[in-house]
């Protein structure tokens, strides 16, 4: 093999290699050297013909990658660089010869250029090295290459702290991680990022070694470098993002309405001073035609910038657009018979809800008739049973009829997929605290006549005073926005309050208040519904709840999913990354917990909570989802009351108990969502003060560590800005007050939304148990359709309920948003702490205890759900309460909680 001296003319020939690989050889002289003051370098490159040329692992390439050439320097240490590069999974033939001409350019020292970077200030880097090879190292993962560069360092060098990478490729490559050899033991950098080409942006990437440090402990040499990389990722609030960016912005939700294509999808700006609201991440799309104050729209196919590391890996868009093909099949049928019948087709009876589980298609007679439809259905058909049909959900599996009874109408409100509305009654009479100049008189109708009536004999203070009566109420979220809603074509709905009693271990609703705006005939506007003993009542009955549920699916989605997982979460990702650098120990342990969150956020404004979107096509709310939504924020959202146990003490659902996981008691001890989620949070508050005690160990090193400070001011005057001024914002000075806000932060990432969102599907997709919205109020005698009601109550309860394209356009939607991805990375995994922090054995020790932490967690999930005394989990036809178990495999499985709100 031939190496270049530093000398132009000098070549020194050293250990052989196979002469039969060897195809050519010749000289080149590296253009990077022709500097002023420097000599050139002359490389001598070698190229192969073998295509199965170098196998080795990354560890055995240190010895054995002898076709790999650098430049060097009198004395020194010889160090290697190996670099892991991932491949697509599926590329077109465009993108094969790309990644042979990327391998070619590799291989000549054309295409990444490394520099190592000293720990120490006075050292500098070394010189520039381009990445150099043979071929491509095959490693165990066939999407992964691997490639190495030689290079000198001087021998007073010390130890490499950062590596500067060049793409001069003509596109991006994703960067999995650079090893360096020749230390006293392998030095890890680990990247996975995309480090963009020249072309794109002249810059070089920064990529610092798996070592946490605060800013005060941060490495001389490295100092101005960890400034460098943060100002980089901030920006400067200009410009139009480009999809190879990597900025962090932020900007108010103006960008969900679409003007220019028709003046009814104009929609306000939430997060202004209007509308209070968390902030999303700033794209820079020049405003809308129509509206200067509405940022134009990006429509799909085409993307929604997001910072580049902050998109879909290939199995996960994979997976992501599988579900969409899913949707797009499941919603085609319903679609061209409304299509060719003018008119969305209601559900009639329950045969037609039973039919979308069914292996076989039924259309309706008259669409039968037409023979353009039977002819395309001929075809679609063609395409497979398991795309067309459902699965059956999970609350209709084991007892189709569970949906009908009082008992799991509220055992749901405990063990279902909003488990977190519900609240102790703590006074009566129950009271509005909206204006009643316009919303009429506080008072509820609900009265403490109407509840003792229910009790079984025992008085209303008894009640009371042993925390036997509950509510979810809400009466003052939605009432202002009834009339506008209820002015919506096909939308009909009430504010509601329901009335729970809790005894002998069952909970049941006794009494409903279903509420519409005052007018001048009916300034108390109020209906109160009870079981009742006759037909006509039970029927009655039955639509209340079906009006509860609506309100229920709506704010669950708007309100606890929505905003308090995805859209409060955004600014926290943006803040850790414009204040927080990579070598921040906060950074590294928070990383995990932001995966995917941004696009999956960006994608949601694209077409789920957009105007015209699914949120406003399928739920009562219809175009005013959104600053509901907003209203909820400014009236109910608190950062310290997302603390888990801090929730359940307001709600009334806990008292204080410091021998209790999360120090808390529940009042209901059979509460399947609070009873799970407590041990989750304990042990993520574990965790999380091991964690800070480890790296704030010294006095006030918190109140002085100015990254951490300014992460903490970011989030709470600029991310929620519309929040700046509230006194409940915790203070950020102790390893107490870190530990609080990071374990809250983590939970809502983690537990929380997995609490909330993968259940979606295996109670929604069922139509009547989790309407979404309803589209007649219940008749009253006197009104034209009371009389059809008496003749035919299951025609008027199922044409209440979304039409079948809303039905089966949501249901689509919530199986989409039900399903775990096979690349999806659970709570329980070590892989990320163990690739960010590999030096560190007393951080691993942290992160394994939690690991053996969530398996026991686990196994007493399990136990629970067999425990024939806990009524909410199990019983005939009674689901377990799943859906805190850490582990899932990839599908709809209602159960797993995954590291972040990934889907």
């Known amino acids: 093999m031939l190496t270049a001296q530093a000398s132009p003319t000098t070549l ?20 990077s050297s022709l500097r002023p003051g420097r000599r050139p370098v002359i490389r001598a490159v070698i190229s192969s013909g073998d295509s199965k040329a170098g196998v080795e692992t990354t560890h055995k390439a240190v010895e054995s ?87 000198v360092v001087p021998n007073d060098f010390g130890q490499p702290g950062a590596v500067v990478v060049t793409n001069f490729h003509e596109k991006e490559v994703f960067l999995m991680e650079i090893v360096v050899h020749g230390f006293k033991e392998p030095i890890f950098f680990t990247a996975d990022t995309w480090i963009h080409s020249r072309k794109d942006n002249p810059e070089s990437r920064i990529i610092f070694k798996n070592q946490a440090y605060l800013p005060s402990e941060t490495p001389p ?61 700033r794209t820079g799309r020049r405003p809308s035609l129509t509206d200067p104050d509405t940022e134009s729209r990006i429509e799909k196919p085409d993307p929604v910038y997001v910072p580049r590391d902050e998109t879909f890996e290939e199995v996960k868009q994979n997976t992501f657009s599988a579900g969409r093909l899913k949707a797009v099949l499941h919603n085609l049928i319903p679609l ?64 189709r009829f569970s949906w009908l009874r009082d008992n799991e109408f509220a055992r749901q409100t405990l063990a279902g997929v909003n488990p977190v509305n519900i609240e102790l009654l703590k006074e009566l009479p129950i009271s509005s605290k909206l204006d009643p100049e316009i919303y009429g008189p506080p008072e509820s109708a609900i009265t403490r006549e109407l509840i003792a009536r229910e009790l079984n004999g025992i008085s209303v203070e008894e009640a009371m005073k042993n925390k036997k009566l509950f509510i979810i109420d809400y009466h003052d979220l939605l009432l202002p926005f009834i009339e506008k809603m209820n002015e919506l074509p096909d939308r009909k709905a009430y504010a509601s309050r329901t009335v729970f009693y809790f005894d002998q271990g069952i909970l049941r609703p006794i009494v409903i208040e279903l509420s519409l705006p005052p007018t001048s005939s009916s300034p108390r506007n109020k209906k109160i519904y009870t079981h009742g003993h006759g037909a006509t009542s039970s029927w009655m009955w039955k639509l209340a709840k079906a009006h509860v549920c609506s309100n229920d699916a709506g704010v669950h989605q708007l309100v606890n999913h929505w905003l308090r997982t995805h859209a409060c979460t955004e600014p926290y990702i943006i803040a850790t990354h414009r204040q927080l650098s990579t070598m921040h120990p906060i950074y590294k342990l928070l990383h995990p917990h932001m995966r995917y969150t941004m696009e999956i956020n960006a994608l949601a404004r694209q077409s789920l909570i957009n105007g ?182 299951e025609y008027t309860f199922l044409t209440s309920l979304p039409t079948q394209l809303q039905a089966t356009k949501v249901m689509a939607v919530q199986d989409s948003l039900s399903t775990h991805s096979p690349d999806e990375e659970y709570l329980h995994q070590l892989d990320q702490i163990h690739r960010l922090s590999s030096n560190d054995p007393l951080v ?16 007493i999930i399990n136990l629970r759900n067999k425990n024939v005394e806990l009524t909410n989990r199990t019983g005939a036809g009674v689901p377990p309460y799943e859906l805190l178990l850490p582990t899932s495999p990839p599908g709809v499985t209602g159960r797993g909680i995954p590291n972040s709100i990934s889907i």
Not at 124 to 148: A, C, H, Q
Not at 387 to 394: G, N, S
Not at 614 to 636: D, H, N, Q, R
Not at 848 to 854: G, M
Request: aromatic content about 10%; charged content about 25%.
């Open 12 to 31: 020194r020939r050293t250990e052989p290699f196979p002469a039969a690989a060897v195809k050519q050889h010749r000289l080149t002289v590296n253009p």
């Open 65 to 151: 990658n002898g076709a790999l050439v650098s430049s060097s320097r009198s004395g020194g240490v010889s160090v290697r660089a190996v670099i892991r590069i991932r491949k697509k999974m599926k590329e077109k033939l465009f993108d094969k010869i790309e990644d042979q001409w990327d391998s070619f350019l590799n291989g000549i020292g054309k295409g990444i250029s490394l520099q190592l970077v000293s720990q120490e200030a006075h050292l500098g880097k070394s010189d520039e090295t381009f990445v150099r090879g043979w071929l491509p190292r095959i490693s165990d993962n066939p999407y992964m290459v691997e490639y190495g560069a030689d290079m």
């Open 221 to 281: 040499g490295l100092k101005n470098l960890r400034h460098e990389e943060l100002h980089r990722v901030r920006g400067d609030g200009k410009g139009e993002r480009k999809m190879h960016e990597r900025i962090y912005d932020y900007d108010v939700y103006n960008d969900l309405g679409n003007p220019d294509k028709d003046e009814e999808l104009a929609r306000p700006v939430v997060g202004g001073e209007e509308r209070s609201y968390p902030r999303r991440c």
């Open 336 to 399: 061209i018979v409304s299509t060719l019948a003018s008119s969305d087709i209601p559900f009639t009876n329950f045969s037609d809800i039973d039919n979308l589980y069914n292996d076989d298609i039924l259309l309706p007679k008259e669409a039968k008739k037409n023979h353009l439809l039977a002819n395309l259905m001929d075809q679609v058909l063609n395409v497979g049973d398991n795309l067309l049909k459902y699965e059956i959900p999970a609350i209709i599996r084991r007892d």
């Open 612 to 793: 015209g979107g699914v949120i406003e096509a399928c739920f009562s709310p219809g175009k005013y989802a959104l600053e509901i939504s907003s209203a909820a924020y400014e009236s109910l959202w608190r950062f310290d009351r997302e603390a888990l146990p801090a929730d359940l003490l307001h709600r009334g659902m806990a008292v204080e108990d410091p021998t209790m996981p999360g120090g808390v008691k529940l009042v209901i001890e059979d509460y399947p969502y609070a009873a799970d989620a407590l041990l989750i949070w304990a042990a993520i508050q574990e965790l999380v003060e091991s964690y800070v005690e480890h790296y704030y160990s010294e006095p006030n090193s918190i109140s002085s560590d100015e990254e951490l400070q300014a992460w903490w001011n970011e989030i709470k005057n600029v991310g929620h800005y519309g929040k700046r001024n509230e006194l409940w914002w915790p203070n950020l000075n102790t390893q107490d007050d870190l530990s609080s806000i990071l374990t809250t932060i983590i939970w809502t990432a983690s537990g929380q939304h997995a609490a909330i969102n993968f259940g979606q599907y295996p109670f929604g997709g069922y139509v009547p148990n989790r309407p979404t919205l309803m589209r007649k109020l219940i008749p009253q005698p006197g009104d034209s359709e009371y009389e059809k009601f008496l003749h035919n109550p």
């Open 844 to 859: 691993h020790k942290f992160f394994e205890n939690f690991s053996v932490q969530l398996e026991e967690i686990e196994r």
